[in-house]
């Protein structure tokens, strides 16, 4: 089986025209942050191709999982994987409504929130998280309270806008809403930049064209000119 597989990726590779199915493995707030950027234009200039995104919180071993592409945190890539950045460093944002903040107040350290209601998430192993803060080289990690414990994104914000509390979320995901009012920004001088985004995949003996068509449109549209690969170690 595997020789008769390692023959068709032969076959593809050699196809003029990138098609076949592409499957791409993300946290579910990496893959919102590319997909604009990335896989939607890419879909657009080759439409033959088929994207199968799958989100998932957990870490995957994208090769025993049958993907050909995984996106993480750029710390987070494993060291035997080839890495493209993407985009520039991000940053998590808390925020809430102006009616929310009008009632119980701004909060101006991290010690704050102990007073306030806040959104609680649900990791993937279970365990809630921590909001880490950090400033002048001091940092500290808050374990929040509120009405609502949520594993989900989308859920989180809704509930922001509703003015039931405050949340921490990705600054892509609510930039929209601080722009336009609905949702305000505090302790901003609180929260870290974080490590941009990284398309990683193994190495290829027989490369698809839909493969290598990717990994060039990637290199293209991320930060900087060429994936590296990490070392091992």
Not at 18 to 43: K, M
Not at 78 to 93: N, Q
Not at 125 to 143: L, M
Not at 153 to 165: E, N, P, Q
């Amino acid at each position: 089986m595997r020789d008769i597989h390692e023959a068709m990726d032969v076959v593809r590779s050699r196809q003029a025209t990138p098609s076949g199915t592409l499957r791409i493995n993300a946290f579910p707030t990496a893959a919102r942050e590319i997909f604009s950027s990335l896989i939607l234009p890419f879909v657009r200039e080759h439409p033959q191709v088929h994207i199968d995104v799958v989100t998932e919180g957990r870490m995957v071993d994208i090769v025993a999982g049958g993907f050909d592409f995984g996106v993480r945190s750029a710390e987070r890539v494993p060291v035997d994987m080839i890495a493209i950045p993407l985009g520039h460093p991000r940053r998590s944002v808390v925020v809430a409504s102006p009616t929310y903040l009008g009632t119980h107040g701004i909060p101006t350290l991290p010690q704050d929130l102990e007073r306030h209601s806040c959104l609680r998430v649900r990791l993937p192993n279970g365990a809630i998280y921590r909001w880490p803060f950090e400033k002048d080289g001091q940092s500290v990690h808050i374990d929040v309270e509120g009405a609502l414990t949520l594993d989900e994104a989308g859920l989180a914000r809704t509930a922001a806008l509703a003015s039931v509390g405050l949340t921490l979320a990705m600054e892509s995901d609510v930039q929209e809403d601080i722009e336009a009012g609905r949702l305000v920004r505090v302790l901003e001088d609180w929260t870290p930049t974080l490590s941009p985004l990284s398309l990683y995949y193994p190495s290829r003996r027989n490369p698809t064209a839909a493969f290598k068509a990717f990994v060039d449109f990637a290199r293209q549209h991320g930060e900087g000119s060429a994936g590296s690969r990490r070392p091992r170690g």
